[in-house]
Nanobody, 117 residues
Framework: QVHLMESGGGLVQPGGSLRLSCEASGFTQNRAAMSWYRQAPGKERELVASLINIGAKTNYAESVKGRFTISRDNGWNTLYLQMSSLKPEDTAVYYC??????????WGQGTQVTVSS
């Protein structure tokens, strides 16, 4: 069965850095895209960054451009989100998401990121 597992979340001070990882297993179909979403308390889940297979294109939310970088290993086994210059408004649960060419839609369990002094 497909399994996505996030790790790397934690407490960091404003201006600090953190790297999130998403370990992917059980895929039998090629992935069209993998993404990071986040959801803050009382807010709707929002797309933070995505990596599209065809063309290796990346997309970022305007609020994180220049601060966050999405990447993966060559075999699509691990997805990363390198976060720098973190702000309190980045505080949220961060989720890994995968979409396959056969329209599969998968989510990880989430990892908490808290940016606070």
């Amino acid at each position: 069965q497909v399994h996505l597992m996030e790790s790397g979340g934690g407490l960091v001070q404003p201006g600090g850095s953190l790297r999130l990882s998403c370990e992917a297993s059980g895929f039998t179909q090629n992935r069209a895209a993998m993404s990071w979403y986040r959801q803050a308390p009382g807010k709707e889940r929002e797309l933070v960054a995505s990596l599209i297979n065809i063309g290796a294109k990346t997309n970022y939310a305007e609020s994180v451009k220049g601060r966050f970088t999405i990447s993966r290993d060559n075999g699509w086994n691990t997805l990363y989100l390198q976060m720098s210059s973190l702000k309190p408004e980045d505080t949220a649960v961060y989720y890994c998401h995968a979409r396959t060419y056969s329209s599969g839609n998968y989510w990880g369990q989430g990892t908490q990121v808290t940016v606070s002094s």
